[in-house]
């Protein structure tokens, strides 16, 4: 039960101060929704190879704008040393990564359901006509990118050239992940639902968060603590 | 009953040996001053005991259970150099939220008496970030006080605090003491720092230079522990 409480505590904390400062949701909102708008006048939106990338595009924009997002997870606990704070106190290493991601997850969620009607509107794709398994791959996508983001947010925390860092090491982990996202997302939003082979990239995408996750829940006491 | 074990702990950074086999014990109740030159150990040794850092080699144990176990930091409470709060979060905010990671019973009744006692009552739903520095520090003795620790871990806590803010943390670690807390205090203000304590812990260059009871002689002329040990 504490276990979930603190949880919950440290994710509110998490978006409590982004609510207050938007130091990051506005930046990585302006970041997708510039990309998207830039990416509609290089590829002609009516075109039917245009929608066959666009679960690419998409993911494209999400991973760049997430790695915005978890890169402040744990460099804004830096200042006045509130990580020592966290972690001295009875709030288990696994609970605060969890909370962490989950704060991040909800960020990540709110640029993606922000960015899909602008996308929707300039590639011209009926992207509510699945909506329900269209949310489930960018939760799942969005939750294995919050893992490992969050991850190298808290090895690379105490780094000078963090914001350099964490692209460079969180990409080549998300392959998969990423592989798997777009994969299930380019149907998605054309309006197709989810059958045959999309069930293999389905279960990828759920392999690949529970091994992030069990790995990091299992590391993250030593990153934390040395 | 012992509170506090250090048995061989070692640190090393990279090479560096910043602890060598430091082997002691505080009993519950006492007031441990922490003292050595800048660079001696002092906060290395002062994060191991707290849970923050693990030694090379060795153990640090609290009331017999590592320092790391969840039950163990419920009851200790650290004040490092960093004041431990968040500039975007109003005092009372701060002190609720660490109120409910404590599992404080009532963190808001809790918050509110804690910024009354550190004299911050009135500026309860000011940004931190808006506070001088000595009402941070204050702040956050608060925060380090908030859910009863048994035992208190003091980084130099007397720096950056005016004189009203030192006689309130004096005014706290007298209670402290007298409520039969354990107290950990690492200072270079010799005299606040033996006017407290009841046992001395000198390091010099990692090593234990000194551990026992503090004496009358110590307060009257501290620099004679400096003398005496760290320049041996």
Redesign the interface.
């Known amino acids: 039960m504490a276990f979930v409480r603190h949880i919950l505590v440290v994710a509110w904390k998490d978006l409590h101060l982004e609510l207050r400062t938007k130091e990051v949701i506005n930046a990585s909102l302006s970041f997708a929704l510039v990309i998207l708008l830039l990416f509609s006048f290089a590829f002609d939106p009516t075109a039917e190879q245009t929608r066959e990338i666009s679960g690419g595009l998409l993911w494209l924009v999400f991973a760049f704008a997430g790695t915005l997002i978890v890169n402040r997870s744990f460099s804004r606990e830096l200042s006045n040393d509130c990580l020592d704070a966290l972690i001295v106190s009875p709030v288990s290493g696994a609970a605060l990564f969890l909370g962490k991601c989950l704060g991040n997850v909800t960020l990540l969620l709110a640029v993606e359901l922000i960015s899909l009607p602008v996308f929707g509107a300039f590639y011209n794709v009926p992207w509510t006509r699945q909506f329900c398994p269209l949310f489930l791959v960018l939760g799942l996508a969005s939750w294995g990118l919050a893992i490992i983001g969050t991850m190298f947010s808290a090895l690379t925390a105490n780094l000078k050239l963090r914001e350099l860092m964490l692209p460079v090491l969180v990409y080549p982990l998300m392959i998969p992940g990423l592989m798997a996202a777009i994969q299930l997302t380019t149907p998605l939003v054309a309006g197709q639902p989810l059958s045959g082979d999309l069930l293999g990239w389905l279960k990828l995408l759920v392999g690949f968060d529970v091994i992030f996750t069990a790995l990091a829940l299992a590391l993250v006491e030593t990153i934390l603590v040395g | 009953m012992i509170a506090l074990q250090a048995q061989g702990v070692w640190k090393y950074y990279g090479d560096y040996p910043a602890l060598r086999d430091l082997n002691f014990t505080v009993d519950t109740g006492s007031c441990l001053a922490l003292l050595g030159r800048n660079g001696a150990g002092k906060t290395t040794l002062l994060r191991i005991l ?5 030694p090379t080699r060795g153990r640090a144990t609290l009331f017999g259970q590592e320092v ?1 176990e ?2 163990t ?2 009851r ?1 409470g ?1 004040l ?10 109003s005092a009372f ?1 701060n002190l609720c ?2 109120g ?4 404080v019973q009532d963190p808001q009744k809790e918050a509110i008496e804690w910024l009354r006692r550190v004299g911050l009552d009135r500026v309860k739903d000011g940004l931190v970030r808006e506070f001088s520095r000595g009402m941070r520090q204050r702040l956050a003795v608060a ?1 380090a006080f908030l859910h009863s620790p048994s035992v208190l871990f003091l980084d130099e806590p007397f720096t950056a605090l005016d004189d009203r803010a030192v006689t309130i943390l004096q005014d706290l670690l007298q209670d402290a003491r007298s409520e039969g807390r354990t107290i950990i205090i690492s200072t270079h203000q010799l005299p606040e720092a033996l006017r407290l304590a009841t046992h001395v812990l000198l390091i010099s260059q990692g090593r234990l230079a000194f551990c026992g009871q503090r004496t009358s002689e110590m307060v009257d002329n501290p620099g004679v522990l400096y003398r005496l040990f760290a320049e041996a």
């Open positions: 707290a849970g923050l850092s693990k790391r969840q039950g930091r419920r200790i650290v490092g150099h960093g004041i431990g709060v968040y500039d975007e979060l905010e939220l660490f409910r990671l404590y599992g925060r």
